[in-house]
């Protein structure tokens, strides 16, 4: 799980409420990501994070909202209106910062969040 | 956009065999290939990579080959142990997707003892 952090790592939540998902890293990596993970659907991208203060969509990005006012943190906020918000949140981070070619992206533990 | 299929989705093998996952890609600007393993309740861990200049790498027993040709790339795992037992997803990536991984929906390899 490298130096990244998700807290906590289960979440319970009732329909309707919006939920923050916190991630932490301390690989003073620029770029960050959020996936979603459902059973036998791999992983898809929510919203991803080049640089500070800037974010864009990924394949998924209805119902959530991302902030990245800090170089470290990249929280995600499942909102009410995300029609099905049970899933594992992954997040992730490279290098980034304009790279040439691909970095690896280390992932965090995850998050299971189940909305009752 | 990107679309990565892989198989097989559940693989079982007994423990000293190999394993073999195949992924293919549809992109054919695509030039970087990630394999990650997870570990139940885990997040994914990278265990090899390669990029569309080699045909194949090696670490241990781990290998991947690629066929840019056909687009499609391969995980071999020689000499299979308990502890290989996990979910395996490969990835595809462009240097000009803003470092956007497509994953595939994932093997879920089992070793048999």
């Known amino acids: 799980d490298g130096g990244i952090t998700q807290s906590p790592k289960y979440l319970f939540r009732k329909e309707g409420q919006n939920v923050t998902l916190s991630c932490e890293q301390n690989?003073?990596?620029?770029?960050m990501y959020w996936y979603r993970q459902d059973p036998g659907q791999g992983l898809r991208l929510i919203y991803y994070s080049q640089i500070v203060n800037d974010f864009q969509k990924g394949d998924i990005a209805e119902g959530y909202s991302v902030s990245r006012e800090k170089k470290e943190s990249f929280p995600l906020t499942v909102t009410s209106a995300q029609k099905n918000p049970t899933a594992f949140y992954l997040c992730?981070?490279?290098?980034?910062?304009?790279?040439?070619?691909?970095?690896?992206?280390?992932f965090g533990p995850g998050t299971r969040l189940t909305v009752l | 956009g990107e679309n990565v299929e892989q198989h097989p989705s559940t693989l079982s093998v007994q423990e000293g065999d190999s394993a073999v996952i195949k992924c293919t890609y549809s992109?054919?600007?695509?030039?970087?290939f990630p394999w990650y393993k997870q570990e139940l309740g885990k997040g994914p861990q990278l265990i090899i990579d390669i990029r569309s200049n080699v045909g194949e790498k090696k670490d241990q027993r781990i290998a991947v080959t690629l066929n840019k040709t056909a687009k499609h790339f391969s995980l071999h795992i020689t000499e299979t142990q308990p502890e290989d037992s996990a979910v395996y997803f490969c990835a595809a990536s462009n240097d000009f997707g803003n470092e956007k991984l497509t994953f595939g929906t994932g093997t879920r390899l089992t070793i048999i003892p």
């Open positions: 690989l003073n990596h620029d770029a």
């Open positions: 992109d054919s600007a695509s030039n970087y």
């Open positions: 992730a981070s490279s290098i980034g910062g304009g790279a040439l070619v691909t970095d690896t992206q280390y």
